[in-house]
């Protein structure tokens, strides 16, 4: 009896999880099918970190004004970038779910039999194919200025893992916003706000080491901070980082898990 018993509940927590998996799939399918629709979208988000390297990556290389020990400037901002343009995309992630809510569709997704977790983790993974697609074009880009990336497939494996990671974090976060505030105008007021500040609070285009003591210790708490010190490990094949690659996945997931754990308890806030 106690066997069979264990074995009900094993087999019952393994349809939950079966199931949960699935119904954040078909909400991440429903985000990208949005995507498929306005494909421009992604190469108008390209525009601001292209430029970032073509103008100010190429400058500062040549006037070698930031010391970035054994790699050059363009290999040193490259990762940096990366992240940037992640964040970019994913931290007005969560202006969709007020218009889902202003044209009625939210309703019908929270009345659905998906769970709160599966609709936020949903939304989550969509916006880490975006950063993907990002990704894609900052690596040929920064390939045709010159720097030299690593070809490894588990590096590449490593950044894929990152740039998904990165992009569920900030739209997660993106999503928690867009719940307290409720209405566009604060959301890109706020949205706006952030960015800038998460972005020149990390070591994406400057070392840590030449910050002020009070802003690296900001640093040192900004996620962003270690997605981009994972990214210059796994993308450089002569990048190193500060912290390493285990603490960088470990903070940047833990993040990610607290904020999921949080926009799931909001999320049918927004509504009301």
């Not at 363009?74 to 931290?91: K, T, W």
């Not at 929270?110 to 993907?132: H, N, Q």
């Not at 990704?135 to 490894?152: E, F, N, Q």
Request: charged share 15%; hydrophobic share 55%; aromatic share 10%.
């Amino acid at each position: 009896m106690t066997s069979s018993g264990s074995g009900e509940r094993s087999g019952a927590f393994a349809d939950g999880i079966v199931g949960f998996l699935g119904k954040t799939l078909a909400i991440a399918e429903v985000e990208l099918r949005k995507l498929r629709h306005d494909p421009w979208e992604l190469l108008t988000r390209a525009v601001q970190p292209t430029l970032w390297l073509l103008v100010f990556g190429q400058v500062f290389n040549t006037t070698r004004a930031i010391p970035t020990g054994s790699l050059t400037y363009l290999e040193f901002m490259a990762p940096g970038i990366l992240a940037q343009s992640v964040l970019f995309v994913a931290i007005f992630y969560g202006i969709v779910v007020i218009w889902e809510r202003d044209l009625g569709i939210l309703h019908k997704f929270l009345v659905s039999p998906a769970p709160r977790g599966a609709l936020v983790l949903g939304k989550a993974l969509s916006a880490g194919v975006r950063g993907i697609s990002q990704a894609l074009i900052i690596y040929l880009l920064a390939v045709l200025l010159g720097v030299k990336m690593t070809r490894d497939p588990l590096a590449l494996v490593g950044v894929v893992l990152m740039v998904v990671t990165g992009s569920a974090l900030f739209s997660t976060f993106s999503l928690v916003i867009a719940c307290i505030v409720k209405t566009r105008e604060r959301f890109m007021g706020i949205g706006q706000v952030l960015t800038m500040p998460l972005f020149f609070a990390s070591n994406a285009i400057y070392p840590i080491s030449m910050m002020p003591a009070w802003l690296r210790a900001i640093s040192r708490a900004n996620p962003l901070t270690y997605e981009v010190d994972a990214l210059r490990i796994l993308m450089l094949s002569t990048g190193a980082g500060a912290f390493g690659l285990a603490m960088d996945f470990a903070v940047v997931a833990a993040f990610t898990a607290a904020l999921i754990a949080v926009a799931a308890r909001l999320y049918p806030t927004v509504i009301t």
